[in-house]
């Protein structure tokens, strides 16, 4: 079973600051899902990531696959980026495990 | 888009009875998964199914089970319903091909068992 850490748990940042996700997993992947789910919402997939990095608009994701490491980044943070924030670490063919999650608020 | 839909959003069962949560996806998808989701426990795995009559048990099965006739039907089954039982359940499928992992989720089965 693939152990996942997320850091941190939760997170206050205020509006405009960048924002940085940490995950670290145990087992070697082929990619790895960042996830949001909004409260009261349903969850979304925001990246696959299997090697290197990927940006669409103010998140940027970034993946160690040696390292076994990936982190989210969110510049210019605004209100409406406030959710939970999910890595998921994923191999063909085993169960699929997650982080606890990480609990993001934006203030204005 | 994949689509995946649970067939409840929202249910209320009492203790003892038997429950049904549905999950289709539209996109071929072999893997299918059942999670629950608790404040402060994140999403915790109950079964997966690797492909049409597989399956294999989770963190937290005790419980449950599951049944997968058709490719695009993952079905989770509470045999006599708990209070314990009470939460969101979340239904995911992922697919491989042409170098693509796709992974989505439905949007939950809230269940309260009273």
């Known amino acids: 079973k693939n152990e996942v850490e997320q850091s941190p748990q939760n997170l206050t940042a205020q509006e405009g600051e960048f924002i940085t996700i940490n995950c670290s997993y145990s087992?070697?992947?082929?990619?790895l899902h960042w996830l949001q789910q909004h409260p009261g919402g349903g969850i979304v997939s925001l990246f696959m990531?299997?090697?290197g990095k990927k940006k669409h608009g103010r998140l940027i994701a970034t993946i160690n696959i040696q390292e076994k490491h990936s982190s989210l980044h969110i510049t210019a943070s605004h209100p409406r980026d406030s959710a939970v924030y999910i890595c998921a670490p994923s191999n063909s063919g085993y169960a699929l495990n997650f982080g606890k999650g990480t609990s993001l608020l934006v203030t204005p | 888009d994949v689509k995946v839909t649970q067939s409840s959003r929202y249910l209320v069962k009492r203790t003892g009875e038997k429950v049904f949560l549905e999950c289709v996806q539209d996109m071929d998808h072999e893997n299918m998964f059942w999670y629950r989701q608790d404040p402060g426990l994140g999403l915790r795995l109950i079964y997966f199914?690797?492909?049409?009559?597989?399956?294999e048990k989770g963190d937290i099965p005790e419980g449950y089970s599951v049944s997968r006739e058709k490719k695009e039907r993952f079905s989770l089954i509470l045999e006599s319903a708990s209070t314990n039982q009470t939460s969101m359940y979340l239904c995911?499928?992922?697919?491989f091909g042409l170098g693509a992992n796709v992974l989505t989720f439905g949007a939950g089965s809230r269940l309260t068992v009273l």
């Open positions: 087992v070697g992947i082929s990619a």
């Open positions: 199914s690797y492909d049409v009559k597989m399956k």
């Open positions: 995911a499928s992922r697919g």
């Open positions: 990531l299997s090697s």
